[in-house]
């Protein structure tokens, strides 16, 4: 697609969209207040809104490669704190997907360059779960595990953090980990029960 058929498009949009609904773009400038954040993965076949069939103001989206949540990316730190202090949502959803180009990355022992501090962080998820890993014989099968166990560990840096473990304790806000599945289009839930494992941290973890 050219650029010049973007702004084309955009134009046709803003015609359907006033035709069936003359005070939508009034609306839309009065403010969000989305229920949902999504950590979701920067591929260009996996978008939080067509995925889970939502409406402009409804979920409050960060995407990065491979959906990660490091301890000390202040990007994501950042928008995790502001979604969960300022928007108060009530749901954060790190959702990862099969057949993800920076999980395959990671489970190479290559050098990539810049992208090398990033891809550690899903290196360092291999290592915490080489054991299993390596007892599954079929590679693909692997990486599949590998983008499981990588939310798994997302959503576990996220219950670190202390504005998460306060809004966890004060008004219910939940954890989840999900997977797109390109295959079926279905998200599968991994059903990680977070409140339990927050609390089953250790009291290293504990800020709150």
Known sequence: MEIAQIFKNNEEWIGKVLENDPTYFDRLAEGQEPKYLYIGCSDSRVTAETVMGAKPGEVFVHRNIANLAP?????????????????????????????????????QPEDLGILNPWLRNIRDVVRIHQAELEAIPSEEERYKRLVELNVQEQCLNIVKMKEVQKAMQERGLRVHGWVFDLHSGRIIDQKLDMKEIADHLGDIYKLV
């Open 71 to 107: 301890n000390n990316d202040l990007n994501v730190l950042s928008v995790v704190v502001y979604a969960v202090k300022h928007l108060k949502v009530k749901h954060i959803i790190v959702c990862g997907h099969y057949n993800c180009g920076g999980i395959k990355a990671a489970m």
